[in-house]
Structures are given as C-alpha cells and as structure tokens.
C-alpha cells in the first residue's frame, strides 16, 4: 500500500481523449509488470480520479465495477481507449437532416445527443455514481442556477441526493455547447439539472481534485503523513493528462479589427487553453512551494493547430489512427518520467 494519496486527473477533449487513454495503457502495463500481477488495473493504484468531459467518460470507465465481480474493475485501460476507437465515429454522427437543420451547427446543436446517450446507456446500464469504484470528481455546469456542480462519488456514498445514474454523469460533463444540446439529468432524487459541459470552467480539473482530495480524503492524507504541518500537499501524487495543447496564434494586423462573430472561436480557443495553463501553474506552485515538484507530473503534448488531430469531433478513420499512434508515442516518451511515478504508486 502507498504511503501516497494518489491522484489522477484527465482533461475534456472530445476524440483526443484517445491521447490521454493510450498514456494510461502503458502505465497499466508497466504496472502490471512491476506487480507480476496481469489483472492489475488503473483503478488499482489510484485513490482519486477527477476528469472533464471526454476525461469524465474515462473516469466512469475506469472505476466501472465488474457485475460479476463488483470489488474489480470491469475494463481495461486497452478497453477504454476502444471505446472512441471503436465508437467515435457513432458519438460524432450526424444525419444529411441534422446538417441541413443546424446550418452546419449554427443554428442548433452539430450533432444529435441520441447516439452518445445509447452508448453510454450501453456501456453502463443501471450503475450509480456511488457504485463506482473510487473516490472521483467529475465537473459539469448547472445553466439554471449558472452555477458550477461537481459529481462526486464519494458523496453519493453519503447522501442519496448526490447520487445519479453514471450514463447521465458521463452525459452532463460532455455536453459540449454547439455540439450537444443541454443536458437534462435527474438525480435519484429526482431533482432535475440542465448541465452543460465542465470543460467551461474546468477542462484541467486537477487543482479541483487535489482541493477536493485536501478536504474530503485529509484524515487519510493525515494518517500517511501524521507529522506534517500541511499533510496534504507532502503526502499527495498528481498524475495529469492533457488532450493536447493547441495554440493558435492570431495576428495583430489581422485581430485588431475584428468583431463578436470573428472572437467567437479563437474566444473559446484562448480560454479553454489559458485556464488550463493556470491550473498547471498554480498546481506546479503547490508542489514546488514544498520541494514536492516531482510528486506532480503533466503530460500534454503539443499539436499543431493546422493538423487534423486538432479537431475535437473528427472521427475519421485516419485520423482515429493518428491519434492512437500518436498517443502512443506520446508515453513511449514518458517512459522513464512514468517509471519514476510507478514509484509512488507503488
């Protein structure tokens, strides 16, 4: 058992979720190596995983119990990397009349939400939050009450107000705007939300896990560590996954003179990669502030902002293939910083 409260976080990215995924094949297999242990899962040396969006369905798939062995997880870091692999293609589909009626997306949302609700359906059937396996943080955002929710299993755990179906779990925090419509998700409780994707406020949830893990889990960090001042921060391991960092830059000449229609995307870009780079900064600064940086890892590799990869919704079967591949080389390059965190895993 770690002496470490081990934390994983995974960023939203639509279909490079992929890049995330294949990092956390390799880890598992360097895991299971070490441990002479082939079932060993993910879910295994982690004790917290916190992801948005894409990094919100892959959470629920790592801490997805086996119905027929409720104490194991029921699939592979190989398995979760098929679900978009295998099924990207239907979650990101769209029929001639869906086009024509969305002008493209303009108008309404780009794609039906039908197809991503019978996969997730499928996928997890009737599992509550609370069943999940580990303790978790998954953001969505409330647009009624324009406030920001986060679905924690741990407190669905406690209190059945908290507690939902994880398909719709998986459906509120990937509810991108433009490419999805809202949300509309009812607790066990039957109180009703219309989320929208967490990515508009926490598309890198780390610093929220490792908040939520320093006052839900600090009589554990407390416990590893019973002489600290700040257990927290001296007892915690952060493992964050990045879906790619994508910069496009954008003139001065060409900038200066535009309006809301043309801020509109490099808006969204801006945004979403700024705060993400602040969550970094700020999460590097817990650490560092300690002498602890090496108990912090980010992996987010850059990508170009003209290649195809760059495109969260594009499932085209080579592209799908270039992102597996990329990703892969991606924790080829890791190799070594991951053996070095096994380290504290274990």
Partial sequence: MSKFTRILSIDGGGIRGIIPGQILVLLEEKLQKR???????????FDFIAGTSTGGILTCIYLCPDPQNPGRPRFTAQEAV??????????????LWQKIRSLGGIIDEKYSAEPLEKLLANYFLDLKLSQLLK?????AYDIQKRRAYFFTQHDAVADDKSDFLVRD???ATSAAPTFFEVAKVTSLTNNFYPFIDGGVFANNPALCAYAEVRTKLKDKLSEADPSSGNPAAKTAVLLSLGT????????????KDWGKIQWVRPVINITMTGVAETVDFQTKQVFYTLNKQEQYLRINPVIRNNSPMAVMDNTSDENLNTLSKFGAEIAQNYSKKLDEFIEFLL
């Fill in 35 to 45: 441990t002479g242990n082939p079932e060993a899962r993910i879910a295994d040396f």
């Fill in 82 to 95: 098929e679900f978009y692999l295998q099924r990207g293609k239907r979650i990101f589909s769209r029929t």
């Fill in 135 to 139: 303790p978790c943080l998954i953001p």
């Fill in 169 to 171: 779990v998986a459906r």
């Fill in 244 to 255: 790619g960092n994508i910069k496009e830059r954008y003139e001065y000449e060409k900038a």
